[in-house]
Nanobody, 127 residues
Framework: VQLQASGGGLVQSGGYLRLSCAASGFTFDYYGIGWFRQAPGKEREGVSCIGKSDGTTHYIDSVKGRFTISRDNAKKMVYLQMNSLKPEDTGVYYC?????????????????????WGRGTQVTVSS
């Protein structure tokens, strides 16, 4: 049972990256999947989330219009397309499952409500 995030890297401001979250060992389409990030010296925060059933998407205000979350249940994958990257997007990005509320209020809920966490992937945006 695991999640694995990948696709991070070093990009210049204004650039783009596509993160992937691969799931294995559980029934993927039973879960909402969220992306979170943690910048140096800061708390981990929710960035985006996609629901299990109708794929409803959620974003925090700072990434709306720049990031797009999607999922492929057949491949057990969730993606985060990140465009127009800014230095403040720098951090370690994690994906996590949400069996409790299917992404409702994901950005305000405590992190312990998200069941399974994958290893993160580093995103660094240079100015």
């Amino acid at each position: 049972v695991q999640l694995q995030a990948s696709g991070g890297g070093l990009v210049q401001s204004g650039g783009y990256l596509r993160l992937s979250c691969a799931a294995s060992g559980f029934t993927f389409d039973y879960y909402g999947i969220g992306w979170f990030r943690q910048a140096p010296g800061k708390e981990r925060e929710g960035v985006s989330c996609i629901g299990k059933s109708d794929g409803t998407t959620h974003y925090i205000d700072s990434v709306k219009g720049r990031f797009t979350i999607s999922r492929d249940n057949a491949k057990k994958m969730v993606y985060l397309q990140m465009n127009s990257l800014k230095p403040e997007d720098t951090g370690v990005y994690y994906c996590a499952t949400d069996s409790l509320q299917d992404c409702d209020d994901f950005e305000r809920r405590p992190l312990y409500e998200f069941d399974l966490w994958g290893r993160g992937t580093q995103v660094t945006v240079s100015s």
